[in-house]
């Protein structure tokens, strides 16, 4: 049983690994862009991500 949960444990800990991983953005930086957008939308403006062209 002991196995089992070591198992499960391990698993949690490589699937938060990998999130971790894929962020793109540090939460420093995430910050930072959450404080420019409401700066943006006080001041009437929106700001939009850049789209990907689809060949």
């Known amino acids: 049983m002991k ?3 070591d198992l499960e444990q391990a698993e949690k ?5 990998d ?7 540090s939460e420093e930086e995430m910050e930072l862009a ?3 957008q409401a ?3 006080a001041k009437g403006m929106k700001l939009v ?5 689809k060949n």
């Open 49 to 53: 991500p850049e789209r990907k062209i």
């Open 13 to 17: 800990n490589a699937r938060l690994r």
């Open 39 to 41: 700066k943006a939308s």
């Open 19 to 25: 999130i971790e991983n894929s962020k793109i953005l």
């Open 3 to 5: 196995k089992l949960v």
């Open 34 to 36: 959450n404080i420019l």
